[in-house]
Nanobody
Framework: QVQLVESGGGLVQPGGSLRLSCVASGLNLDYYAITWFRQAPGKEREGVSC????????NYFDSVKGRFTISRDNAANTVYLQMNSLKPEDPAVYYCATDRTDNCPPVGHEYDYWGQGTQVTVSS
């Protein structure tokens, strides 16, 4: 049974940092891409960043480039999202997901496996 568990969310001041973790069980992350999504209240879920099995990174919108970094530790079966310089527009529930493909799926792809999400709040 595939399970993804996110952690690391919390309350941070503008300009602060958080590192989110996505731990996978029931599958070997060595072979699969993982995507981080976020969903803010009243907004649609949007892809943030994806890392393929070969460590190719896709960032889905310009506002996170240079601030958010996705990485993976296959030995720990974990994918991270390091978020720096957090802004008031970044608060959301952040989710990780996989569809057990090695490359990052295209935008709009329907994923089969999702974590439960972790809340990120940015406030002074």
């Amino acid at each position: 049974q595939v399970q993804l568990v996110e952690s690391g969310g919390g309350l941070v001041q503008p300009g602060g940092s958080l590192r989110l973790s996505c731990v996978a069980s029931g599958l070997n992350l060595d072979y699969y891409a993982i995507t981080w999504f976020r969903q803010a209240p009243g907004k649609e879920r949007e892809g943030v960043s994806c890392i393929s099995s070969s460590y190719h990174i896709t960032n889905y919108f310009d506002s996170v480039k240079g601030r958010f970094t996705i990485s993976r530790d296959n030995a720990a079966n974990t994918v991270y999202l390091q978020m720096n310089s957090l802004k008031p527009e970044d608060p959301a529930v952040y989710y990780c997901a996989t569809d057990r493909t090695d490359n990052c799926p295209p935008v709009g792809h329907e994923y089969d496996y999702w974590g439960q999400g972790t809340q990120v709040t940015v406030s002074s």
